[in-house]
Every structure is written in structure tokens, then in C-alpha cells.
């Protein structure tokens, strides 16, 4: 068994006012393709505006966060990207917690399983990756930056090498016995992505509401973590999260917690657990 997404079904099921509604260009399904991120940076170098939505069956080249590739057979997962432009950018970090409590909601609604984040933005169901979310900003122009949002999720089971992948897999058909209309989740996601947004653009942001939302999903904190930084390795105890989405680490190296920022860390259960 394997996925097939009607792209003009998930355009009807749109309740979004940008996302999937690009003035100037459309969105695309690929039977096969490299990255859709990087098709989308690719469109939006050529001056796509805020709102086109690429997806694909295939990824031969998916990407997830410090170079890691997102394994994306044919049919069996969901593979896409959405372009926008904003002006605000002081809030990305905790975008990026934002998009992790979107997709736990949405995969909430669609399967009534409740799937836990790693910190940033790992999905995590039964101790595996469900998926993951990488979030690009390739360039700024006129004060305007670009953000490709990345999301992946491993849908229908397949096969592979425990050698060479060394994160578990969990997939969203374990999780329901129930069929589940891709299309309408894609539609709802792409809501609950576009609600995330406009709310980090407005006056009444609150950068608490984000944490808290990440908090009540997390497998994170109050975990004993190791987190590579570079070379470096640090060992600590993941205490919080601050209001820059940030996560403090108490270590005995050091008197004081320190705080480490999603785009230098990734970390791991010092048990040799993934979470
Ligand atoms: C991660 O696990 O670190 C993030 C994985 C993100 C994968 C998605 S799949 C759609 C989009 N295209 C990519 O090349 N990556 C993201």
C-alpha cells in the first residue's frame, strides 16, 4: 500500500487565506523530487510570493536538521514545504516550537493519538520518530525574510537499515486503525500553520503561550541529555525552556544553567535512549 495526494483536493479543503494561496505561484506535487525545500527555495528565489505549498510521492535527497537526510521512499510518507515572507523575524526559534505543537494538533485530530516534541521540533511517537520539521531562511530582501517550512512525517511502514538509521522509525498508520484523509490533514495543518504565523506577527504574541503549548507535548525536560554542539559534547539536565524558545540545561561544569539555541544543538538521552 502506498500514498497518492490529490493536490487540487487539498487546495478544495483549504480554510487558509495565504498558505496554498500564493498570488503568483502555484503549488506543486512532484512525483519525485530532490527536497521540496529545496524546490521552494528554488521558486522563491525566482520571486514566489508567501503561500505556495510543494509536496511530493518521492524525496531522493530529503534534508533534515545538521545535514541529516529524511528518509522519503515513494508513497509512504508526507513530504512537504511551505513558503513565506515576513517581516517579523525576532520570534523564529519559537516558530519552530509553534510548528511542532501545530503538527502534534493536527495528528491529535486526525488520530486521537497524542504523539509527544522533542526538543525543537522532533515528533515523537512510541519512543520513535514520527517525523520532523526543518525550518530554512535561505535569504532576506528588503527586510523580508524567507522561511521554507519543512515538514516530514513517516505515514505508511517500510522497511529499513537499522545499520545506517540509527533513530527508530514510527509511522502515523500505527497509530489509528482508522483510514485518514491526507488531503483534509494537509488542509488542516496548513491552518493550524498559518494561525501559528499570523499569531507570531501580532500585537498580542506572547512567547509564554508558545512555550507553554511546547510544554504540554514535550519529552524533554526533566531528561538527563547529552548535546552536541560542533565538536563539543555537553552533559546536563534539560531544566526549561526560557522565552526565546531556548532550552537551559543545568550542568555540574558550570555554576549557573546554560541555555542552548535550536540552531547549534542536537541532543540525545544520556541513557542511549532516542527520548
Ligand atoms: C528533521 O528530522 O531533522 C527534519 C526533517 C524534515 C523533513 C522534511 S520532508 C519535507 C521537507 N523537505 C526536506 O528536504 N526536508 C523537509
Redesign the pocket.
Known amino acids: 500500500m502506498t500514498i497518492d495526494i490529490n493536490l487540487r483536493l487539498v487546495e478544495a479543503n483549504l480554510k487558509t487565506s495565504v498558505i496554498g494561496k500564493s498570488s503568483n505561484c502555484p503549488n506543486e506535487y512532484h512525483k519525485v523530487i530532490d527536497?521540496?525545500?529545496?524546490r521552494l527555495i528554488e521558486l522563491s528565489k525566482n520571486g514566489a510570493n508567501s503561500g505556495t505549498i510543494v509536496l511530493a510521492y518521492e524525496?531522493t535527497?530529503?534534508?533534515?536538521?545538521f545535514g541529516?537526510s529524511?528518509i522519503?521512499p515513494p508513497g509512504h510518507g508526507l513530504?512537504?514545504?511551505i513558503l513565506y515572507k515576513t517581516s517579523q523575524d525576532r520570534h523564529l526559534n519559537l516558530l519552530t516550537l509553534g510548528l511542532g505543537v501545530a503538527a502534534a494538533n493536527v495528528i491529535k485530530f486526525h488520530t486521537g493519538f497524542q504523539i509527544k516534541l522533542k526538543w525543537v521540533n522532533?515528533l515523537i511517537a512510541n519512543e520513535k520518530?514520527l517525523?520532523?520539521?526543518?525550518v530554512e531562511s535561505p535569504f532576506v530582501v528588503n527586510q523580508e525574510k524567507t522561511l521554507i517550512i519543512?515538514?516530514?512525517i513517516n505515514i505508511i511502514p517500510f522497511v529499513y537499515d537499522t545499520d545506517k538509521i540509527l533513530t527508530p522509525i514510527e509511522f502515523l498508520n500505527n497509530l489509528t486503525t482508522k483510514p485518514i484523509n491526507l488531503e483534509l490533514f494537509i488542509a488542516d495543518l496548513a491552518l493550524e500553520i498559518e494561525t501559528l504565523l499570523f499569531y507570531i506577527e501580532s500585537e498580542n504574541f506572547l512567547a509564554s503561550e508558545i512555550v507553554k503549548q511546547w510544554l504540554e507535548y514535550n519529552c524533554t525536560i526533566d531528561k538527563n541529555i547529552k548535546a552536541i554542539l560542533g565538536n563539543d559534547v555537553i552533559f546536563g539536565r534539560a531544566i526549561g525552556i526560557n522565552g526565546s524558545g531556548e532550552l537551559i540545561i543545568e550542568t555540574t561544569d558550570t555554576d549557573k544553567p546554560i541555555t542552548l539555541s535550536a540552531g547549534q544543538v542536537s541532543i540525545r538521552n544520556i541513557d542511549g535512549k532516542y527520548v
Not at 517525523?131 to 526543518?134: K, N, R
Open positions: 527536497s521540496t525545500n529545496n524525496q535527497s530529503g534534508r533534515g536538521r541529516h529524511f522519503s513530504y512537504l514545504s522532533d520518530k517525523g520532523g520539521i526543518l519543512g515538514i516530514g
